[in-house]
C-alpha cells in the first residue's frame, strides 16, 4: 500500500503571506507516458466534508481561486497558497488515487 | 446539482451492525466509481472502501476488510455501505463519494456519523 506523508502538520501564516504543504509518497504512482500524477488535494472547513482543490497533481478545480497551486511529480508533491486570505483557514489534505486510495494525515493552516 | 446524501449513521454497540445508504442525484450515476471515507472525531480522513463503475470490483481498507461491504444499485442510483462486527474505532463521521480515474474524489456528500459505544 502506498503511503502519504504530509507536513507541516500545523501552519500559521500571516495574511497575504504564502503557504507551503507537502507531501510525500512511499512510491511514485505517476504514469510518465501520459505524465498523469494521481494525486489531489482537499481543503476541509470545520464541520464541513472536504472539497476538491486540484487535481492531478496541479489542474485547479473549477472555480477555486488561482492563489492555490499545485506541483510535483513522481514521490514529491507541494500545495502552495499565495496571498493567504481569511477563508484559507481550514485542514487541507492529499489524496493519491493511483492504487487503493491513501490520504496525508492533513495540514492544519492558521493565522498568525 | 450534484448532491449525494447520507443515511444509515446512529449509535450502535459493539458488535453490531449497520448499514448505511447514499443517495445520488444531478449526474449519471453509471458514469462514476464511488468511494466510503470516514473520519473519526478530531482525526484525519481514512479511506474505507471503493467500488467500480460496473460494481464488479470492490477493495477495502485493511482496517474493515472481512467486516465491511460495498454495493451499488443502479435502479435506485445507490452506494450502500455493510457494516458488521462493529467496533470503537469505527466510531466517525462516514462520507460518500464520487469518484474518476483522473480527478480521484470530486465531490463528497455531508457525511453521516456512526458511534460505536456501549
Known amino acids: 500500500d502506498i503511503v502519504m506523508t504530509q507536513s507541516p502538520e500545523h501552519l500559521a501564516v500571516s495574511l497575504g503571506e504564502r503557504a507551503t504543504i507537502n507531501c510525500k509518497s512511499s512510491q511514485s504512482f505517476s504514469y510518465t507516458l501520459t505524465d498523469k500524477n494521481f494525486l489531489s488535494w482537499y481543503q476541509q472547513r470545520p464541520g464541513q466534508p472536504p472539497k476538491l482543490l486540484i487535481y492531478r497533481a496541479s489542474i485547479r478545480e473549477s472555480g477555486v481561486p488561482d492563489r492555490f497551486s499545485g506541483s510535483g511529480s513522481a514521490t514529491e508533491f507541494s500545495l502552495n497558497i499565495d496571498n493567504v486570505q481569511a477563508e484559507d483557514v481550514a485542514v487541507y489534505y492529499c489524496l493519491q488515487y493511483y492504487g487503493s486510495p491513501s490520504f496525508g494525515q492533513g495540514t492544519k493552516v492558521e493565522l498568525k | 446539482e450534484v448532491q449525494l446524501v447520507e443515511s444509515g449513521g446512529g449509535l450502535i454497540q459493539p458488535g453490531g451492525s449497520l448499514r448505511l445508504s447514499c443517495v445520488v442525484s444531478g449526474f449519471n450515476f453509471s458514469d462514476y466509481q464511488y468511494n466510503w471515507v470516514r473520519q473519526a472525531p478530531g482525526k484525519g480522513l481514512e479511506w474505507v472502501a471503493w467500488?467500480?463503475?460496473?460494481?464488479?470490483?470492490?477493495k477495502y481498507a485493511d482496517s474493515v476488510k472481512g467486516r465491511f461491504s460495498i454495493t451499488k444499485d443502479k435502479v435506485n442510483k445507490s452506494v450502500s455501505l455493510q457494516m458488521n462486527s462493529l467496533r470503537g474505532d469505527d466510531t466517525a463521521v462516514y462520507y460518500c463519494?464520487?469518484?474518476?480515474?483522473?480527478?480521484?474524489?470530486?465531490?463528497w456528500g455531508q457525511g453521516t456519523l456512526v458511534t460505536v459505544s456501549s
Open positions: 467500488i467500480s463503475m460496473s460494481g464488479n470490483v470492490v
Open positions: 463519494a464520487r469518484t474518476t480515474s483522473d480527478y480521484g474524489i470530486d465531490f
